[in-house]
Protein backbone atom coordinates (compact mmCIF):
# COMPACT_ATOMS: atom_id res chain seq x y z
CA UNK A 1 0.00 0.00 0.00
CA UNK A 2 3.00 2.43 0.46
CA UNK A 3 4.42 1.41 -2.58
CA UNK A 4 0.92 2.39 -4.58
CA UNK A 5 0.83 5.54 -2.35
CA UNK A 6 4.60 6.83 -3.33
CA UNK A 7 3.89 5.88 -7.18
CA UNK A 8 0.46 7.32 -7.10
CA UNK A 9 2.59 11.11 -5.95
CA UNK A 10 4.76 10.72 -8.16
CA UNK A 11 2.80 10.40 -11.20
CA UNK A 12 0.89 13.48 -10.25
CA UNK A 13 3.79 15.34 -9.22
CA UNK A 14 5.01 13.99 -13.26
CA UNK A 15 1.07 15.21 -14.39
CA UNK A 16 1.76 18.78 -12.78
CA UNK A 17 4.85 18.90 -14.47
CA UNK A 18 3.47 18.05 -17.88
CA UNK A 19 0.04 20.31 -17.42
CA UNK A 20 -1.57 17.38 -18.30
CA UNK A 21 -4.90 19.07 -16.21
CA UNK A 22 -7.24 17.19 -17.79
CA UNK A 23 -5.76 13.83 -16.50
CA UNK A 24 -4.87 14.92 -13.36
CA UNK A 25 -8.59 16.21 -12.75
CA UNK A 26 -10.04 12.78 -13.55
CA UNK A 27 -7.37 11.06 -11.21
CA UNK A 28 -8.26 13.24 -8.27
CA UNK A 29 -11.82 12.97 -7.99
CA UNK A 30 -11.65 8.72 -7.91
CA UNK A 31 -9.43 9.67 -4.69
CA UNK A 32 -10.73 10.44 -1.32
CA UNK A 33 -10.14 13.56 0.34
CA UNK A 34 -7.48 12.50 3.20
CA UNK A 35 -5.51 10.32 0.18
CA UNK A 36 -5.33 13.93 -1.39
CA UNK A 37 -4.09 15.89 1.31
CA UNK A 38 -1.43 13.64 1.67
CA UNK A 39 -0.45 14.25 -1.86
CA UNK A 40 -0.49 18.00 -1.06
CA UNK A 41 1.71 17.04 1.75
CA UNK A 42 4.62 15.63 -0.60
CA UNK A 43 4.42 18.86 -3.45
CA UNK A 44 6.12 22.05 -3.70
CA UNK A 45 4.32 24.88 -2.35
CA UNK A 46 4.06 26.51 -5.49
CA UNK A 47 2.28 23.36 -6.87
CA UNK A 48 -0.26 23.24 -4.58
CA UNK A 49 -2.83 25.95 -5.58
CA UNK A 50 -2.64 24.92 -9.15
CA UNK A 51 -3.28 21.33 -8.08
CA UNK A 52 -5.73 22.66 -5.63
CA UNK A 53 -7.94 24.74 -8.37
CA UNK A 54 -8.29 21.41 -9.95
CA UNK A 55 -10.87 20.00 -8.01
CA UNK A 56 -14.32 19.87 -7.79
CA UNK A 57 -15.87 22.39 -5.42
CA UNK A 58 -16.90 20.16 -2.41
CA UNK A 59 -13.96 17.96 -3.52
CA UNK A 60 -11.77 21.12 -2.58
CA UNK A 61 -13.24 21.33 1.10
CA UNK A 62 -13.30 18.04 2.24
CA UNK A 63 -10.08 18.07 1.07
CA UNK A 64 -9.09 21.27 2.61
CA UNK A 65 -10.39 19.83 6.44
CA UNK A 66 -7.95 16.79 6.28
CA UNK A 67 -5.07 18.99 5.65
CA UNK A 68 -2.28 20.06 8.19
CA UNK A 69 -2.54 23.70 9.33
CA UNK A 70 0.51 24.80 7.55
CA UNK A 71 -0.98 23.57 4.32
CA UNK A 72 -3.85 25.62 5.66
CA UNK A 73 -2.29 28.75 5.89
CA UNK A 74 -0.28 28.61 2.80
CA UNK A 75 -3.06 27.62 0.18
CA UNK A 76 -5.37 30.09 2.51
CA UNK A 77 -2.70 33.05 1.92
CA UNK A 78 -2.94 32.44 -1.88
CA UNK A 79 -6.44 32.59 -2.44
CA UNK A 80 -8.17 35.15 -3.74
CA UNK A 81 -11.11 36.83 -1.87
CA UNK A 82 -13.95 34.52 -4.12
CA UNK A 83 -11.90 31.68 -4.03
CA UNK A 84 -11.86 31.48 -0.13
CA UNK A 85 -15.68 32.31 -0.18
CA UNK A 86 -15.82 29.13 -1.99
CA UNK A 87 -14.30 26.83 0.19
CA UNK A 88 -15.83 28.66 3.32
CA UNK A 89 -19.11 28.01 1.78
CA UNK A 90 -18.35 24.56 1.22
CA UNK A 91 -17.58 24.04 4.81
CA UNK A 92 -19.53 22.25 6.88
CA UNK A 93 -20.29 24.68 9.99
CA UNK A 94 -18.10 22.96 12.93
CA UNK A 95 -15.19 22.38 9.99
CA UNK A 96 -15.08 26.47 9.59
CA UNK A 97 -14.88 26.74 13.22
CA UNK A 98 -12.18 24.39 14.04
CA UNK A 99 -10.10 26.21 10.91
CA UNK A 100 -10.98 29.56 12.47
CA UNK A 101 -9.21 28.14 16.17
CA UNK A 102 -6.45 27.26 14.33
CA UNK A 103 -5.31 30.41 11.93
CA UNK A 104 -3.59 33.51 13.25
CA UNK A 105 -5.42 36.43 13.56
CA UNK A 106 -4.69 38.10 9.70
CA UNK A 107 -5.94 34.66 8.39
CA UNK A 108 -9.78 34.52 10.86
CA UNK A 109 -10.22 38.20 9.02
CA UNK A 110 -10.32 37.35 5.46
CA UNK A 111 -12.07 33.95 6.77
CA UNK A 112 -15.02 35.95 8.62
CA UNK A 113 -15.28 38.63 6.10
CA UNK A 114 -15.96 36.17 3.42
CA UNK A 115 -18.55 33.67 4.95
CA UNK A 116 -22.17 35.03 4.29
CA UNK A 117 -23.81 36.87 7.68
CA UNK A 118 -25.61 33.45 8.55
CA UNK A 119 -22.05 31.63 8.69
CA UNK A 120 -20.46 34.65 10.46
CA UNK A 121 -23.40 34.18 12.81
CA UNK A 122 -23.26 30.84 13.69
CA UNK A 123 -19.63 30.74 13.52
CA UNK A 124 -19.17 33.54 16.67
CA UNK A 125 -22.01 31.36 18.33
CA UNK A 126 -19.53 28.38 18.86
CA UNK A 127 -16.73 30.13 19.37
CA UNK A 128 -18.02 31.09 22.66
CA UNK A 129 -18.26 27.90 23.98
CA UNK A 130 -15.42 26.69 25.92
CA UNK A 131 -12.76 24.49 24.52
CA UNK A 132 -12.76 21.18 24.71
CA UNK A 133 -16.66 20.94 25.28
CA UNK A 134 -19.21 19.69 23.37
CA UNK A 135 -20.36 23.59 22.12
CA UNK A 136 -17.35 23.70 20.12
CA UNK A 137 -17.12 20.10 18.27
CA UNK A 138 -21.13 20.37 17.22
CA UNK A 139 -22.12 20.93 14.32
CA UNK A 140 -25.90 23.55 14.30
CA UNK A 141 -26.47 21.47 10.47
CA UNK A 142 -28.99 18.98 11.60
CA UNK A 143 -32.37 17.73 10.73
CA UNK A 144 -35.06 18.95 12.76
CA UNK A 145 -38.86 17.94 12.77
CA UNK A 146 -42.03 18.72 14.13
CA UNK A 147 -44.16 16.03 16.03
CA UNK A 148 -47.09 16.77 14.04
CA UNK A 149 -45.32 16.12 10.30
CA UNK A 150 -46.42 13.18 8.31
CA UNK A 151 -43.80 10.85 7.29
CA UNK A 152 -44.26 12.03 3.94
CA UNK A 153 -44.20 15.63 5.10
CA UNK A 154 -40.94 14.86 7.03
CA UNK A 155 -39.50 13.36 3.60
CA UNK A 156 -40.21 16.20 1.73
CA UNK A 157 -38.41 18.25 4.41
CA UNK A 158 -35.53 15.89 4.38
CA UNK A 159 -34.80 16.20 0.46
CA UNK A 160 -35.25 20.09 0.69
CA UNK A 161 -32.84 20.96 3.39
CA UNK A 162 -31.00 17.44 3.43
CA UNK A 163 -28.43 18.97 1.07
CA UNK A 164 -26.56 21.32 3.35
CA UNK A 165 -27.13 18.86 6.45
CA UNK A 166 -23.75 16.88 7.94
CA UNK A 167 -26.10 14.26 8.48
CA UNK A 168 -29.64 13.14 7.44
CA UNK A 169 -29.62 9.49 8.88
CA UNK A 170 -30.91 10.65 12.38
CA UNK A 171 -33.72 13.19 12.45
CA UNK A 172 -34.59 15.12 15.73
CA UNK A 173 -38.08 15.85 16.78
CA UNK A 174 -38.49 19.53 18.32
CA UNK A 175 -41.58 21.11 19.79
CA UNK A 176 -42.49 24.40 19.26
CA UNK A 177 -39.88 25.90 21.58
CA UNK A 178 -36.84 23.64 20.00
CA UNK A 179 -37.00 21.26 23.12
CA UNK A 180 -35.67 18.08 22.29
CA UNK A 181 -38.19 15.23 22.74
CA UNK A 182 -37.31 12.83 20.10
CA UNK A 183 -35.75 10.93 17.10
CA UNK A 184 -36.20 9.01 14.04
CA UNK A 185 -34.71 7.84 11.59
CA UNK A 186 -34.75 8.11 7.98
CA UNK A 187 -35.63 4.44 7.75
CA UNK A 188 -38.20 4.16 9.92
CA UNK A 189 -39.86 7.40 7.73
CA UNK A 190 -39.20 5.50 4.66
CA UNK A 191 -40.93 2.14 5.76
CA UNK A 192 -43.60 4.15 7.43
CA UNK A 193 -47.25 4.83 5.50
CA UNK A 194 -47.26 8.09 3.99
CA UNK A 195 -49.98 9.45 6.72
CA UNK A 196 -48.26 7.87 9.58
CA UNK A 197 -46.89 10.69 12.30
CA UNK A 198 -43.69 11.42 13.21
CA UNK A 199 -44.78 11.40 17.20
CA UNK A 200 -46.19 7.88 16.45
CA UNK A 201 -42.55 6.83 14.85
CA UNK A 202 -40.14 8.87 17.08
CA UNK A 203 -38.35 7.25 19.97
CA UNK A 204 -38.70 9.48 23.35
CA UNK A 205 -35.98 8.38 25.37
CA UNK A 206 -33.30 10.34 23.70
CA UNK A 207 -29.49 10.22 25.33
CA UNK A 208 -28.33 14.12 24.89
CA UNK A 209 -24.95 15.92 26.04
CA UNK A 210 -24.94 19.68 27.31
CA UNK A 211 -22.94 22.36 25.38
CA UNK A 212 -20.90 22.70 28.36
CA UNK A 213 -20.08 18.71 28.92
CA UNK A 214 -16.09 17.75 28.34
CA UNK A 215 -16.05 16.55 24.94
CA UNK A 216 -14.11 13.53 26.38
CA UNK A 217 -16.85 12.46 27.96
CA UNK A 218 -18.91 12.98 24.71
CA UNK A 219 -16.57 10.84 22.52
CA UNK A 220 -16.52 8.26 24.78
CA UNK A 221 -20.93 7.93 24.86
CA UNK A 222 -20.46 7.24 21.20
CA UNK A 223 -18.35 4.33 22.22
CA UNK A 224 -20.87 3.29 25.04
CA UNK A 225 -23.42 3.46 22.80
CA UNK A 226 -22.82 3.30 18.74
CA UNK A 227 -24.15 6.62 17.94
CA UNK A 228 -23.76 7.75 14.40
CA UNK A 229 -24.69 11.79 16.04
CA UNK A 230 -25.54 12.96 19.25
CA UNK A 231 -28.22 15.61 20.35
CA UNK A 232 -26.62 18.91 22.27
CA UNK A 233 -28.65 20.63 24.37
CA UNK A 234 -28.55 23.39 26.29
CA UNK A 235 -30.03 24.62 29.94
CA UNK A 236 -33.48 24.82 28.91
CA UNK A 237 -33.25 20.95 26.64
CA UNK A 238 -33.08 23.09 23.46
CA UNK A 239 -31.48 21.44 20.68
CA UNK A 240 -28.32 23.60 19.47
CA UNK A 241 -26.14 21.31 17.74
CA UNK A 242 -25.16 17.49 17.16
CA UNK A 243 -22.23 16.19 17.34
CA UNK A 244 -20.79 13.39 14.78
CA UNK A 245 -19.14 10.12 14.67
CA UNK A 246 -16.07 11.68 12.67
CA UNK A 247 -15.94 14.32 15.42
CA UNK A 248 -16.38 12.07 18.16
CA UNK A 249 -12.78 10.19 16.48
CA UNK A 250 -10.90 13.01 16.27
CA UNK A 251 -11.32 13.82 20.08
CA UNK A 252 -10.99 10.25 20.77
CA UNK A 253 -7.43 10.33 18.91
CA UNK A 254 -6.08 13.64 20.24
CA UNK A 255 -7.32 13.03 23.84
CA UNK A 256 -5.20 9.53 23.53
CA UNK A 257 -2.17 11.39 21.74
CA UNK A 258 -2.46 14.00 24.95
CA UNK A 259 -2.74 11.46 27.48
CA UNK A 260 0.50 9.50 25.97
CA UNK A 261 1.91 12.51 26.03
CA UNK A 262 1.25 13.52 29.42
CA UNK A 263 2.46 9.94 30.88
CA UNK A 264 5.77 10.07 29.06
CA UNK A 265 6.29 13.58 30.48
CA UNK A 266 5.76 15.14 27.83
CA UNK A 267 3.86 18.45 27.24
CA UNK A 268 1.04 18.23 24.76
CA UNK A 269 1.42 19.73 21.50
CA UNK A 270 -1.07 20.80 18.67
CA UNK A 271 1.36 20.11 15.64
CA UNK A 272 2.56 16.40 14.48
CA UNK A 273 5.80 15.37 15.47
CA UNK A 274 7.54 16.02 11.75
CA UNK A 275 5.87 19.40 11.82
CA UNK A 276 7.38 20.23 15.13
CA UNK A 277 11.16 22.12 15.01
CA UNK A 278 13.98 21.19 17.52
CA UNK A 279 13.50 23.67 19.63
CA UNK A 280 9.56 23.07 19.43
CA UNK A 281 10.48 19.93 20.72
CA UNK A 282 12.62 21.19 23.07
CA UNK A 283 10.25 23.03 24.74
CA UNK A 284 7.68 20.57 25.20
CA UNK A 285 10.17 17.93 27.02
CA UNK A 286 12.65 19.96 29.29
CA UNK A 287 10.24 21.11 31.61
CA UNK A 288 9.41 18.18 32.52
CA UNK A 289 12.76 16.50 32.70
CA UNK A 290 14.18 19.76 34.96
CA UNK A 291 10.98 18.89 37.03
CA UNK A 292 12.04 14.81 37.81
CA UNK A 293 16.10 15.36 37.72
CA UNK A 294 14.92 17.85 40.62
CA UNK A 295 12.76 15.43 42.34
CA UNK A 296 15.23 12.59 42.05
CA UNK A 297 17.87 14.44 44.39
CA UNK A 298 15.41 13.00 47.15
CA UNK A 299 16.89 9.82 46.00
CA UNK A 300 20.74 10.90 46.95
CA UNK A 301 19.52 12.29 49.78
CA UNK A 302 18.21 9.40 51.08
CA UNK A 303 21.16 7.23 50.42
CA UNK A 304 23.51 9.34 51.68
CA UNK A 305 21.61 9.39 54.95
CA UNK A 306 22.31 6.01 55.18
CA UNK A 307 26.26 5.93 54.61
CA UNK A 308 26.76 4.06 57.46
CA UNK A 309 24.63 0.71 56.87
CA UNK A 310 26.24 0.73 53.26
CA UNK A 311 29.92 1.17 54.44
CA UNK A 312 29.51 -1.85 56.79
CA UNK A 313 28.14 -3.84 53.65
CA UNK A 314 28.87 -2.44 50.38
CA UNK A 315 27.18 -5.62 48.44
CA UNK A 316 23.56 -3.73 49.65
CA UNK A 317 24.52 -1.05 47.28
CA UNK A 318 24.21 -3.47 44.17
CA UNK A 319 20.45 -4.21 44.72
CA UNK A 320 19.54 -0.67 44.76
CA UNK A 321 18.76 -0.44 41.20
CA UNK A 322 16.58 -3.52 40.60
CA UNK A 323 15.11 -2.52 44.14
CA UNK A 324 14.00 0.70 42.70
CA UNK A 325 13.19 -0.76 39.05
CA UNK A 326 10.58 -3.10 40.24
CA UNK A 327 9.14 -0.23 42.47
CA UNK A 328 8.54 1.77 39.53
CA UNK A 329 7.41 -0.51 37.09
CA UNK A 330 4.58 -1.48 39.61
CA UNK A 331 3.62 1.32 40.19
CA UNK A 332 3.52 1.85 36.37
CA UNK A 333 1.00 -1.03 35.99
CA UNK A 334 -1.19 0.12 38.45
CA UNK A 335 -1.21 3.88 37.34
CA UNK A 336 -1.43 2.89 33.66
CA UNK A 337 -4.33 0.36 34.73
CA UNK A 338 -6.20 2.97 37.09
CA UNK A 339 -5.58 5.73 34.50
CA UNK A 340 -7.25 3.91 31.54
CA UNK A 341 -10.30 2.54 34.07
CA UNK A 342 -10.91 6.50 34.75
CA UNK A 343 -10.92 7.46 31.30
CA UNK A 344 -13.35 4.91 30.32
CA UNK A 345 -15.51 6.11 32.98
CA UNK A 346 -15.32 2.80 35.00
CA UNK A 347 -14.10 4.34 38.11
CA UNK A 348 -14.62 7.03 40.17
CA UNK A 349 -12.67 8.83 43.26
CA UNK A 350 -15.22 7.03 45.10
CA UNK A 351 -14.32 4.08 44.41
CA UNK A 352 -10.98 4.57 45.68
CA UNK A 353 -10.91 1.91 48.62
CA UNK A 354 -11.81 -0.86 46.39
CA UNK A 355 -8.97 -0.42 43.87
CA UNK A 356 -6.54 -0.27 47.10
CA UNK A 357 -8.18 -3.39 48.14
CA UNK A 358 -7.76 -4.95 44.76
CA UNK A 359 -4.07 -3.47 44.01
CA UNK A 360 -3.09 -4.31 47.40
CA UNK A 361 -3.97 -7.80 47.31
CA UNK A 362 -2.57 -8.04 43.63
CA UNK A 363 0.94 -6.48 45.20
CA UNK A 364 1.19 -9.23 47.86
CA UNK A 365 0.59 -12.24 45.44
CA UNK A 366 3.42 -10.13 43.37
CA UNK A 367 5.58 -9.24 45.71
CA UNK A 368 5.76 -12.74 47.16
CA UNK A 369 6.10 -14.23 43.95
CA UNK A 370 9.54 -11.83 43.15
CA UNK A 371 10.46 -12.34 46.54
CA UNK A 372 10.72 -16.15 46.07
CA UNK A 373 12.48 -16.07 43.15
CA UNK A 374 14.52 -13.68 43.83
CA UNK A 375 15.71 -15.12 47.27
CA UNK A 376 17.14 -18.02 45.51
CA UNK A 377 18.43 -16.14 42.71
CA UNK A 378 20.84 -14.10 45.14
CA UNK A 379 21.46 -17.49 47.76
CA UNK A 380 22.17 -19.42 44.54
CA UNK A 381 24.02 -17.52 41.91
CA UNK A 382 24.59 -14.26 42.85
CA UNK A 383 26.04 -14.95 45.91
CA UNK A 384 27.15 -18.11 45.60
CA UNK A 385 31.02 -17.28 45.67
CA UNK A 386 29.79 -14.12 48.24
CA UNK A 387 32.86 -13.90 51.11
CA UNK A 388 32.45 -10.67 52.10
CA UNK A 389 30.73 -9.01 55.45
CA UNK A 390 27.14 -10.22 56.59
CA UNK A 391 25.24 -13.67 56.27
CA UNK A 392 23.99 -14.26 52.14
CA UNK A 393 21.02 -15.86 53.58
CA UNK A 394 20.34 -12.44 56.05
CA UNK A 395 21.63 -10.37 52.73
CA UNK A 396 18.76 -12.58 50.44
CA UNK A 397 16.32 -12.24 53.27
CA UNK A 398 16.74 -8.34 53.52
CA UNK A 399 16.28 -7.71 49.91
CA UNK A 400 13.73 -10.35 49.12
CA UNK A 401 11.20 -9.03 51.68
CA UNK A 402 12.37 -5.13 50.92
CA UNK A 403 10.74 -6.55 47.46
CA UNK A 404 7.71 -7.20 48.79
CA UNK A 405 7.26 -3.86 50.85
CA UNK A 406 7.82 -1.88 47.92
CA UNK A 407 5.66 -3.69 45.49
CA UNK A 408 2.63 -3.16 48.01
CA UNK A 409 4.10 0.58 48.12
CA UNK A 410 4.08 1.19 44.44
CA UNK A 411 0.95 -0.59 43.93
CA UNK A 412 -0.60 1.69 46.35
CA UNK A 413 1.45 4.57 45.16
CA UNK A 414 -0.04 3.70 41.62
CA UNK A 415 -2.99 3.70 41.91
CA UNK A 416 -4.07 6.01 44.62
CA UNK A 417 -2.17 9.29 42.70
CA UNK A 418 -4.45 9.11 39.60
CA UNK A 419 -7.22 8.98 41.52
CA UNK A 420 -6.72 12.08 43.57
CA UNK A 421 -5.49 13.78 40.85
CA UNK A 422 -9.23 13.18 39.37
CA UNK A 423 -10.38 14.76 42.62
CA UNK A 424 -8.62 17.95 42.68
CA UNK A 425 -9.12 18.56 38.57
CA UNK A 426 -5.58 17.66 37.38
CA UNK A 427 -5.22 15.11 34.22
CA UNK A 428 -4.69 11.67 35.95
CA UNK A 429 -2.35 10.71 32.95
CA UNK A 430 -0.02 13.24 34.22
CA UNK A 431 0.96 10.99 37.41
CA UNK A 432 2.19 7.97 35.35
CA UNK A 433 5.37 7.11 35.01
CA UNK A 434 8.06 8.58 35.15
CA UNK A 435 6.42 10.36 37.92
CA UNK A 436 5.06 7.30 39.82
CA UNK A 437 8.46 5.89 38.96
CA UNK A 438 10.30 8.92 40.73
CA UNK A 439 8.10 9.25 43.74
CA UNK A 440 8.60 5.14 44.69
CA UNK A 441 12.43 5.26 44.04
CA UNK A 442 12.65 7.55 46.90
CA UNK A 443 9.67 5.16 48.79
CA UNK A 444 11.84 2.29 47.56
CA UNK A 445 15.28 3.02 49.33
CA UNK A 446 13.39 4.40 52.87
CA UNK A 447 11.89 0.50 52.76
CA UNK A 448 15.07 -0.83 51.83
CA UNK A 449 17.20 0.90 54.67
CA UNK A 450 14.52 0.66 57.28
CA UNK A 451 14.87 -3.49 57.06
CA UNK A 452 18.36 -3.59 56.42
CA UNK A 453 19.32 -1.44 59.52
CA UNK A 454 17.73 -3.92 62.32
CA UNK A 455 17.95 -7.35 59.75
CA UNK A 456 21.72 -6.61 59.24
CA UNK A 457 22.69 -5.37 62.39
CA UNK A 458 21.85 -8.24 64.24
CA UNK A 459 24.48 -10.42 62.42
CA UNK A 460 27.08 -7.90 62.14
CA UNK A 461 29.94 -8.63 64.04
Same mark, same amino acid.
Given at each position: ?????? =???????????? %?????????????????? @??????????????? +???????????? +?????????????????????????????????????????????????? =?????????????? %???????????????????????????????? *? $?????? =???????????????????????????????? *????????????????????????????????????????????????????????????????? @???????????????????????????????????????????????????????????????????????????? *?????????????????? %??? *???????? =????????????????????????????????? $????????????????????? %???????????????????????????????????????
Amino acid at each position: MVQVNV =TLTQTIKKLLED %KKYATLRDILITMMPYDI @AAVFEELQDEKMPIL +FRLLPKELAAET +FVEMDEETQKFLIHGFSDSELKEVVDELFLDDAVDLIEEMPANVVKRILR =TADKDMRKQINELL %KYPEDSAGSIMTTEYISLRPDMTAEMAIKRIR *R $TGVDKE =TIYTCYVNDENNKLIGITTVKDLLLANDDDVV *RDLMEENVISVHTLDDQEKVAQMFSNYDFLALPVVDNEQRTVGIVTIDDAIDVIQEEATEDIEKM @AAVLPSDKPYMKTGVFGIYRKRVPWLLILMLSATFTSTIISSFDAVLSQLIILSSFIPMITGSGGNAGSQASVSVI *RALSLGEIEFKSMFSVLW %KEV *RVAVLCGI =TLATANFFKLLFFDLRTYSGPGDPIMISLTVSL $TLIGTIIMAKVVGSSLPLLAS %KIGFDPAVMANPLISTVCDSLSLLIYFAIATPVLASVMP
